[in-house]
Nanobody
Framework: QVQLVESGGGLVEAGGSLRLSCVVS????????MGWYRQAPGKQRELVAR???????NYADSVKGRFTISRDNAKNTVYLQMNSLKPEDTAVYYC???????????????WGQGTQVTVSS
C-alpha cells in the first residue's frame, strides 16, 4: 500500500503564509516527480508546482514568486511554502507523487486525500 498524507492546511488572512507537507509512505522503490495541485469549487484541478527527483521545479504562473516547492528525498516528503496568500488561492490542495512500488513495476501517479486552504480577504 502507498499512502500520501498532507498536512498544514488551514485558514489564513490575505497576505499570510502557510506551509504544506506531504509524506509518502508504504511500499516504495523509487519516487520520480512530486507535486502539488489544487481544486477550487466549481473549477478543474490545476497544477500548482512540481519538482523532479533532481530538484528541477516548475510553477503555475499565478503562484510564481509567492510559492516555493521543495522535497526531502530521505524522508519521502514534499513541501509547499505559500507566502503572500490571496483569496483566489483558496482551494483543496492535493499532493501527487509519480512513483514505482517495485524495481520492475511502472511509474504510476498517486494522490493524497487533500487539505483545505482558505484565505480570507
Amino acid at each position: 500500500q502507498v499512502q500520501l498524507v498532507e498536512s498544514g492546511g488551514g485558514l489564513v488572512e490575505a497576505g499570510g503564509s502557510l506551509r504544506l507537507s506531504c509524506v509518502v509512505s508504504g511500499s516504495i522503490f523509487s519516487i520520480n516527480a512530486m507535486g502539488w495541485y489544487r481544486q477550487a469549487p466549481g473549477k478543474q484541478r490545476e497544477l500548482v508546482a512540481r519538482i523532479t527527483s533532481g530538484g528541477d521545479t516548475n510553477y503555475a504562473d499565478s503562484v510564481k514568486g509567492r510559492f516555493t516547492i521543495s522535497r526531502d528525498n530521505a524522508k519521502n516528503t514534499v513541501y509547499l511554502q505559500m507566502n503572500s496568500l490571496k483569496p483566489e488561492d483558496t482551494a483543496v490542495y492535493y499532493c501527487n507523487a509519480d512513483l514505482k512500488k517495485y524495481l520492475l513495476s511502472n511509474y504510476k501517479d498517486y494522490w493524497g486525500q487533500g487539505t483545505q486552504v482558505t484565505v480570507s480577504s
